[in-house]
């Protein structure tokens, strides 16, 4: 399929997207937002389009797997304070205390016990908690994307190990 019988083809299919994306979310900014995300998708994943395959089928899934991995990512952080008038205060604590020197301590022990691994635990480690993905650190460090999920399995671990003191009862 050229890219334009591809390009075609989609924009053919982007009433029905926008019936079925109103269908998942219920409401139509985020079906639009979820049909412009499927849209990117399918020109970005073009290539991975097997010729004679169903078309519609392909560019469907697409959009059910878009909007199944962003309600789950919602779930995840818990964003149940859209459209509050009180986020800040629904979203602070209770009682309102500030991280007490204890709790400073143990974030600096934790820091110095990750700083004191070896350099090939420490940076992949590092790098997942600044939000890296595993097949971004596999790539940016030249390594298999299995020894890249192994040293921070194992990081975690000796981290476990060490800090045991901080663990929660």
Not at 83 to 88: A, H, K, L, R
Not at 108 to 130: G, V, W
Not at 136 to 154: H, Q, Y
Request: proline share 3%.
């Amino acid at each position: 399929m050229t890219q334009v019988q591809f390009n075609s083809a989609l924009l053919g299919l982007s009433d029905k997207l926008h019936y079925y994306a109103l269908s998942l979310t219920s409401d139509s900014e985020r079906a639009n937002d979820l049909l412009q995300e499927t849209f990117l998708k399918a020109l970005t994943y073009r290539d991975k389009f097997a010729q004679n395959t169903n078309f519609k089928a392909w560019i469907y899934t697409i959009m059910k797997n878009t909007f199944i991995n962003d309600y789950r990512r919602n779930v995840k952080t818990k964003n149940t304070f859209e459209g509050s008038t009180n986020d800040y205060y629904v979203a602070s604590t209770k009682d309102g205390v500030h991280p007490g020197p204890d709790s400073v301590f143990s974030s600096q022990e934790i820091n110095k016990s990750i700083q004191a691994l070896e350099d090939e635990y420490r940076i992949p480690f590092t790098m997942f908690l600044e939000g890296y993905k595993y097949k971004e650190i596999a790539d940016e460090l030249n390594l298999p994307l299995g020894t890249v999920k192994s040293r921070i399995f194992f990081t975690r671990k000796k981290l476990e190990k060490t800090l045991i003191e901080y663990a929660p009862n």
